[in-house]
C-alpha cells in the first residue's frame, strides 16, 4: 500500500485557482489537510502514555522521525483509500498512518476517539494557527499604516458627502479614521473569536462513553482526558458537545472575518469613487507597463480598489454556506460536510484583501496603500465648488438660535439656495438681500465670530480632526498591548 503521499503534492487552496495566497498553503493546501490530523492523534498518543495506558517502551517507539512520516500523509492518498476500501475518510487516514506505527503502537492509534474528534479538533487548529501566523500579522500592519495616513491627514480639509452629494467639511484623516475604526474593531472581534474556538474529544455522542467505561477519565484524576489532550495543542473544550463541535464558536470567527472584509471592501467603495476623473482626491499609482483600459490608452482604472469591494462580494456569498451548517440531524450528519471544505475560502478572500493593500512592487519597498496618494489640490477645489452652499446647516441653525422664528430650513432651502445659485454668491450675500425684517433683525444679532465661520468652509469641520487623532491613539494602544507594535 502507498503511504507516503505523492511525489508532487496537490498544495491547491479551495475555491477559485486565482486566488491562491501561499502563504496559506501549509495551512489549507489540499495535500496538507492532514496534518493537524495528525497533530491530534499524536497529543491523544501521548497523553495515553502519559497516564499509564501505553507503556515506556512502546511509547519510545514514536520517534521524530516516524511522525513526521506520519504528518506528511498527503490528503490525496487518504482520499484513495476512501474511496477503494474504507469509503471512511478518517478511517482511512487511520489504516495508513498505523501502516507507518511500529506494531505495539497501532491498537492505540485513534483511541478512544470518535472520526470527529480528530476531524473537528484539526480543523480548529487550522483556523486558529493560520491566523494567529498569518491572517493576525498582516492585519497589524495595515492597521499601523492606516494609523499614520489618519495623522498624516488630520488637518487635511476634504468636502464630505452624504448620498453621493456633498455635504459638511471633514478631514481627510477623519474619512479614513472611519475605516481605521471599522478595521481595528472587526480585528479585536476575530482576535476575541479565535480564543473562544475550540476543540472536542468528547466520544461518539459527546458525553465521553467510552473514557468513563474504560478507565480513561479515572486515570486523568484532576483534568479531564479533553483537557489534557485539547491543553497540548493549545486548545480548550466547549462547555459540551455532541458527536461535532458545536458551530457557533468557528461560525463566530468566520463572521468576523467577514465583517473586516465589508471595511475593507468599504475603503475600496470610497477610494474607487473618489478616483473618479471628476473627483480626483485618491491617487492609485500605476506600475510600469500597468494598463487601465485594453482601447483608451489614457484610462487609470481603481483596479485595486474595484478588488478589494469584489473580494467582499465573494466573501458575504461565501458566509451562507456557514450558516446552513447551522444545522444537522440529531446535531450530526454529514450534510454539511462539503460546504465545510469551502470554510477556508472566507479567510483566503480576506488574505487577497489584506494581500492587495500590502503589495510591494520592490521587496522592502513601500506598501500600495503607503503609495496611495491625496490630491489636497482636489480637495480644494471640491470644497470650493459649491462656493459655500454647503454652509446651509450652520446658516439656518444660527439665524433660528438667535432670534428667528419662521423655519429657518425651509428659508435657506427655498429662499436663499436658489438666490446663490442664480447669481453665483455665497448663502450670506443672497441672505443680505433679503428684504424680510425678521431675517434682518436675527442676522444682526448673530456674533461676528459666528459669521466669520460662515464664511470659511474649511474651518466648518468640528471635531473630525480630533477625532481622527482619537481613534489613531486607540489603533496604536491596541497594536502595542495585542502584538507589542509601535507606529
Known sequence: METNGLEHPNLSLPGNPRYQPAELIPYFGYDNLYRPVAEVEFATLDVLHEIGFIPDHDMDQLTREVRERIRAITTTAVDQLERTVTHHDLRAWVRIAQDMLPENLRRWLHFPLTSYDALDTARALMFVNAYQNVTNPRIAEVVQILTRMVRQYADTTQIGRSHGQHALPIKVGFWLATILNRVLYNWKQIDQC?????????????????????????????????????????????????????????????????????????????????????????????????????????????????????????????????????????????????????????????????????????????????????????????????????????????????????????????????????????????????????VKLAWAQVPEDIKSVLEFPEDYTGNAAHAARAVAEAAEDYLFHACGLSV
Open 194 to 438: 479565535a480564543e473562544g474556538i475550540v476543540g472536542k474529544l468528547s466520544g461518539a455522542v459527546g458525553a465521553c462513553n467510552a473514557q468513563y467505561a474504560l478507565g480513561v477519565a479515572t486515570a486523568c484524576k484532576h483534568q479531564s482526558f479533553e483537557e489534557r489532550v485539547l491543553g497540548k495543542l493549545g486548545l480548550k473544550p466547549g462547555p459540551i458537545s455532541t458527536q461535532i463541535v458545536q458551530p457557533e464558536p468557528l461560525a463566530y470567527f468566520l463572521h468576523a472575518h467577514v465583517m473586516l472584509s465589508g471595511a475593507l471592501g468599504q475603503l475600496g467603495r470610497d477610494c474607487r469613487h473618489l478616483m473618479r476623473t471628476e473627483i480626483g482626491e485618491v491617487r492609485e499609482e500605476f506600475a510600469a507597463g500597468q494598463v487601465g483600459s485594453s482601447t483608451m490608452a489614457h484610462k487609470r482604472n481603481p483596479v485595486n480598489f474595484e478588488n478589494l469591494e469584489g473580494m467582499w462580494l465573494r466573501t458575504g456569498n461565501e458566509y451562507h454556506g456557514v450558516l446552513d451548517t447551522l444545522i444537522s440531524e440529531h446535531q450530526r450528519d454529514l450534510v454539511g460536510s462539503s460546504l465545510m471544505r469551502d470554510f477556508p475560502i472566507i479567510v483566503l478572500n480576506v488574505h487577497v484583501q489584506l494581500g492587495t493593500l500590502l503589495r510591494r512592487k520592490d521587496k522592502g519597498g513601500p506598501t500600495f496603500l503607503e503609495r496611495l496618494s491625496i490630491d489636497t489640490t482636489a480637495c480644494e477645489r471640491n470644497l470650493e465648488m459649491q462656493g459655500g452652499l454647503v454652509m446651509a446647516e450652520p446658516l439656518y441653525l444660527a439665524l433660528q438660535m438667535y432670534g428667528y422664528e419662521g423655519d429657518g430650513h425651509r428659508l435657506v432651502n427655498e429662499t436663499l439656495v436658489p438666490i446663490a445659485q442664480k447669481q453665483g454668491v455665497s448663502l450670506i450675500k443672497a441672505l443680505e438681500q433679503s428684504s424680510d425684517d425678521e
